[in-house]
C-alpha cells in the first residue's frame, strides 16, 4: 500500500510558478515510477510528466513544451513538478500517481495509487 498527499497548489496568475510536491508513504514506494496528472473541470485526467523510480528518465507531454520539470528525492520520499510560466489554461486539480512499475508510461491505466490532487488555479 502506498499513500500519497500532494501540497503547494494555489491561486496564482498567469506567468507566475508554483512547485508542487507529493509525500509517499509506503515500504515501496521508492521502486515506484512516479507521475502527475491533471482533470479541469468537465475534462479527462490528462497526463503531465512521469519519472522513473530511479529519478534518471523524466518524460513530459508534449503540450507543456517544456514549462514543468518533474523531479524525485528518494531519500525524502518525495515528488515534485515545478510549473513555469502558468496560463489560465493550467487550471486545474493536479494529482500525484505511483505506477506499478519502476518505468512508469503516460498511460494512466499504469498507475495504481493516486493521492487527493490539489487545486491549482491560474488568473488572466
Known amino acids: 500500500q502506498v499513500q500519497l498527499v500532494e501540497s503547494g497548489g494555489g491561486l496564482v496568475q498567469a506567468g507566475d510558478s508554483l512547485r508542487l510536491s507529493c509525500v509517499a508513504s509506503g515500504r515501496t514506494s521508492s521502486s515506484r515510477a512516479m507521475g502527475w496528472f491533471r482533470q479541469a473541470p468537465g475534462k479527462e485526467r490528462e497526463f503531465l510528466a512521469r519519472i522513473s523510480a530511479s529519478g534518471g528518465i523524466a518524460n513530459y507531454a508534449d503540450s507543456l513544451k517544456g514549462r514543468f520539470t518533474i523531479s524525485r528525492d528518494n531519500a525524502l520520499n518525495t515528488v515534485a513538478l515545478q510549473m513555469n510560466s502558468l496560463k489560465p489554461e493550467d487550471t486545474a486539480v493536479y494529482y500525484c500517481?505511483?505506477?506499478?512499475?519502476?518505468?512508469?508510461?503516460?498511460?494512466?491505466?499504469?498507475?495504481?495509487?493516486w493521492g487527493q490532487g490539489t487545486q491549482v488555479t491560474v488568473s488572466s
Open positions: 500517481a505511483a505506477s506499478k512499475g519502476r518505468s512508469g508510461s503516460q498511460d494512466i491505466s499504469e498507475y495504481e495509487y
